[in-house]
Protein backbone atom coordinates (compact mmCIF):
# COMPACT_ATOMS: atom_id res chain seq x y z
CA UNK A 1 0.00 0.00 0.00
CA UNK A 2 1.33 3.96 -1.11
CA UNK A 3 1.94 6.26 2.17
CA UNK A 4 2.10 9.57 2.04
CA UNK A 5 5.78 9.04 1.93
CA UNK A 6 6.18 7.38 -1.31
CA UNK A 7 3.00 8.72 -2.83
CA UNK A 8 4.21 11.69 -5.29
CA UNK A 9 3.51 15.17 -3.72
CA UNK A 10 1.33 17.18 -6.50
CA UNK A 11 0.70 20.82 -5.84
CA UNK A 12 -2.33 22.65 -8.07
CA UNK A 13 -2.14 25.91 -9.13
CA UNK A 14 -4.45 28.08 -11.21
CA UNK A 15 -5.26 31.64 -12.57
CA UNK A 16 -9.07 30.40 -11.69
CA UNK A 17 -10.05 28.39 -8.53
CA UNK A 18 -12.73 26.54 -11.03
CA UNK A 19 -10.03 25.10 -13.00
CA UNK A 20 -8.16 24.52 -9.95
CA UNK A 21 -10.99 22.60 -8.77
CA UNK A 22 -11.30 20.50 -11.70
CA UNK A 23 -8.18 19.20 -11.92
CA UNK A 24 -7.63 18.28 -8.26
CA UNK A 25 -10.70 16.66 -8.03
CA UNK A 26 -9.54 14.30 -10.93
CA UNK A 27 -6.72 13.71 -8.97
CA UNK A 28 -7.74 13.35 -5.63
CA UNK A 29 -9.25 9.53 -5.64
CA UNK A 30 -5.42 8.88 -7.69
CA UNK A 31 -3.64 6.14 -5.20
CA UNK A 32 0.10 7.41 -6.71
CA UNK A 33 -0.48 11.17 -5.73
CA UNK A 34 -0.57 13.35 -2.65
CA UNK A 35 -1.93 17.03 -3.11
CA UNK A 36 -0.71 19.59 -1.24
CA UNK A 37 -1.21 23.05 -0.42
CA UNK A 38 0.62 25.83 -1.33
CA UNK A 39 1.82 26.58 1.69
CA UNK A 40 3.43 22.94 1.85
CA UNK A 41 5.03 22.54 -1.33
CA UNK A 42 8.42 21.27 -1.09
CA UNK A 43 9.93 22.95 -4.71
CA UNK A 44 11.95 19.96 -4.72
CA UNK A 45 9.93 16.91 -4.20
CA UNK A 46 7.02 18.62 -5.57
CA UNK A 47 5.23 18.24 -8.93
CA UNK A 48 3.26 21.68 -10.09
CA UNK A 49 0.28 21.62 -12.60
CA UNK A 50 -0.14 25.09 -13.59
CA UNK A 51 -3.77 24.88 -15.02
CA UNK A 52 -4.98 28.13 -17.29
CA UNK A 53 -7.18 28.77 -20.10
CA UNK A 54 -3.71 29.47 -22.68
CA UNK A 55 -0.84 31.52 -22.05
CA UNK A 56 -1.72 34.42 -21.36
CA UNK A 57 -0.43 37.35 -19.20
CA UNK A 58 -1.79 35.64 -15.50
CA UNK A 59 -0.71 32.37 -16.43
CA UNK A 60 3.05 34.03 -17.64
CA UNK A 61 3.16 35.69 -14.54
CA UNK A 62 1.72 32.49 -12.20
CA UNK A 63 4.45 30.64 -13.93
CA UNK A 64 7.42 32.83 -12.89
CA UNK A 65 6.37 33.20 -9.78
CA UNK A 66 6.69 29.36 -9.15
CA UNK A 67 9.78 29.24 -11.07
CA UNK A 68 10.83 31.88 -9.02
CA UNK A 69 9.91 30.06 -5.71
CA UNK A 70 12.11 27.06 -6.53
CA UNK A 71 9.93 25.22 -8.94
CA UNK A 72 11.83 22.80 -11.46
CA UNK A 73 8.95 20.28 -12.40
CA UNK A 74 6.21 22.71 -13.68
CA UNK A 75 3.55 20.77 -16.21
CA UNK A 76 1.53 23.50 -17.81
CA UNK A 77 -2.23 22.49 -18.42
CA UNK A 78 -3.43 24.54 -20.58
CA UNK A 79 -7.10 25.14 -22.73
CA UNK A 80 -5.64 25.55 -25.66
CA UNK A 81 -2.07 26.63 -26.87
CA UNK A 82 -0.13 27.39 -29.89
CA UNK A 83 3.42 26.54 -31.62
CA UNK A 84 5.04 29.51 -30.02
CA UNK A 85 3.29 29.05 -27.13
CA UNK A 86 4.39 25.99 -26.47
CA UNK A 87 8.24 27.44 -26.55
CA UNK A 88 7.37 30.42 -24.48
CA UNK A 89 6.03 28.03 -21.73
CA UNK A 90 9.24 26.18 -21.83
CA UNK A 91 10.89 29.23 -21.38
CA UNK A 92 9.11 29.90 -18.52
CA UNK A 93 10.44 27.24 -16.86
CA UNK A 94 7.50 24.64 -17.74
CA UNK A 95 8.75 20.90 -18.29
CA UNK A 96 5.42 18.85 -19.81
CA UNK A 97 2.38 20.87 -21.73
CA UNK A 98 -0.66 18.94 -22.09
CA UNK A 99 -4.75 20.47 -22.87
CA UNK A 100 -6.74 20.38 -20.64
CA UNK A 101 -9.15 18.13 -23.12
CA UNK A 102 -6.85 15.52 -22.91
CA UNK A 103 -6.09 15.41 -19.20
CA UNK A 104 -7.75 12.12 -18.10
CA UNK A 105 -7.25 11.02 -14.38
CA UNK A 106 -4.59 8.16 -15.90
CA UNK A 107 -2.85 10.94 -18.39
CA UNK A 108 -2.27 13.15 -15.15
CA UNK A 109 -0.56 10.80 -13.25
CA UNK A 110 1.48 9.89 -16.39
CA UNK A 111 2.13 13.28 -16.47
CA UNK A 112 3.56 13.76 -13.31
CA UNK A 113 5.68 11.11 -13.05
CA UNK A 114 7.14 12.30 -16.31
CA UNK A 115 7.73 15.59 -14.68
CA UNK A 116 9.26 14.17 -11.68
CA UNK A 117 11.72 11.82 -13.53
CA UNK A 118 12.57 15.13 -15.38
CA UNK A 119 10.85 13.88 -18.77
CA UNK A 120 9.41 16.26 -20.83
CA UNK A 121 6.06 16.03 -22.65
CA UNK A 122 3.93 17.51 -25.57
CA UNK A 123 0.74 17.03 -27.01
CA UNK A 124 1.79 15.04 -30.38
CA UNK A 125 0.58 17.39 -32.85
CA UNK A 126 2.89 20.20 -31.21
CA UNK A 127 5.57 17.90 -31.15
CA UNK A 128 4.98 17.12 -35.12
CA UNK A 129 4.47 20.55 -36.04
CA UNK A 130 7.67 22.08 -34.15
CA UNK A 131 10.03 19.28 -36.03
CA UNK A 132 8.72 20.33 -38.98
CA UNK A 133 9.35 23.56 -39.17
CA UNK A 134 13.09 22.93 -37.84
CA UNK A 135 13.14 20.70 -40.59
CA UNK A 136 12.18 23.05 -43.05
CA UNK A 137 14.69 25.34 -41.12
CA UNK A 138 17.51 23.25 -41.99
CA UNK A 139 16.66 22.57 -45.59
CA UNK A 140 15.47 26.11 -46.49
CA UNK A 141 17.69 28.17 -44.61
CA UNK A 142 21.09 26.20 -43.19
CA UNK A 143 22.28 23.75 -45.94
CA UNK A 144 22.19 26.16 -48.82
CA UNK A 145 24.52 28.17 -46.29
CA UNK A 146 26.75 25.79 -45.56
CA UNK A 147 25.85 26.18 -42.29
CA UNK A 148 25.34 22.75 -39.56
CA UNK A 149 24.87 21.71 -35.94
CA UNK A 150 27.51 24.08 -34.68
CA UNK A 151 27.95 24.36 -31.11
CA UNK A 152 27.53 21.00 -30.50
CA UNK A 153 28.80 17.35 -30.78
CA UNK A 154 27.23 14.84 -32.75
CA UNK A 155 26.28 12.78 -29.76
CA UNK A 156 24.73 15.28 -28.13
CA UNK A 157 22.56 16.37 -30.91
CA UNK A 158 21.41 12.45 -31.57
CA UNK A 159 20.28 13.03 -28.11
CA UNK A 160 18.15 16.52 -27.81
CA UNK A 161 16.59 14.48 -31.36
CA UNK A 162 15.47 11.95 -29.08
CA UNK A 163 14.54 13.60 -26.16
CA UNK A 164 12.13 16.00 -28.38
CA UNK A 165 10.66 12.58 -29.92
CA UNK A 166 9.53 12.20 -26.16
CA UNK A 167 11.86 9.21 -25.67
CA UNK A 168 12.83 8.75 -21.63
CA UNK A 169 16.58 8.26 -20.22
CA UNK A 170 16.49 4.06 -20.73
CA UNK A 171 14.47 4.31 -24.06
CA UNK A 172 17.81 6.93 -25.46
CA UNK A 173 20.31 4.60 -23.96
CA UNK A 174 19.17 1.55 -25.37
CA UNK A 175 18.46 2.83 -28.23
CA UNK A 176 21.92 4.30 -28.77
CA UNK A 177 23.91 1.61 -26.89
CA UNK A 178 25.30 4.20 -24.29
CA UNK A 179 24.74 3.98 -20.27
CA UNK A 180 21.61 6.01 -18.28
CA UNK A 181 24.33 7.49 -16.82
CA UNK A 182 26.28 8.74 -20.45
CA UNK A 183 22.40 10.40 -21.46
CA UNK A 184 22.37 12.35 -18.08
CA UNK A 185 26.15 13.16 -18.66
CA UNK A 186 25.19 14.49 -22.44
CA UNK A 187 22.05 16.61 -21.22
CA UNK A 188 24.07 17.99 -18.37
CA UNK A 189 26.55 19.33 -20.36
CA UNK A 190 24.40 20.86 -22.61
CA UNK A 191 21.86 22.44 -20.48
CA UNK A 192 25.62 23.84 -18.50
CA UNK A 193 27.37 24.98 -21.49
CA UNK A 194 24.21 27.06 -22.88
CA UNK A 195 23.13 27.90 -19.13
CA UNK A 196 19.29 26.00 -19.51
CA UNK A 197 17.14 25.06 -16.77
CA UNK A 198 16.29 21.28 -17.76
CA UNK A 199 16.10 19.34 -20.93
CA UNK A 200 13.03 20.56 -22.14
CA UNK A 201 13.96 23.42 -22.27
CA UNK A 202 17.05 22.39 -23.77
CA UNK A 203 15.33 20.80 -26.64
CA UNK A 204 13.10 24.15 -26.98
CA UNK A 205 16.34 26.18 -27.39
CA UNK A 206 17.81 23.39 -29.92
CA UNK A 207 14.76 23.96 -31.78
CA UNK A 208 14.48 27.87 -31.62
CA UNK A 209 17.95 28.12 -32.44
CA UNK A 210 18.17 25.21 -35.62
CA UNK A 211 20.39 23.15 -33.57
CA UNK A 212 18.25 19.80 -34.67
Request: net charge positive; glycine share 8%; hydrophobic share 45%.
Amino acid sequence: MLTTATKTAVMVCATDPILRGGVAMTLRARPEVHLVDESFGDPEHTVVLAVGDRLDDRVRQLLRGLYARGYRKIVLIAGDIDDNEVLAAVESGVCAVARRGDTSAEALVQLVHAAMAGEGALPPDLLGRLLDRVARLQRQVLEPRGLHLAGMTARETEVLRLVAQGLSTKEIADKLCYSQRTVKSVLHDVTKRFQLRNRSHAVAFALREGLI
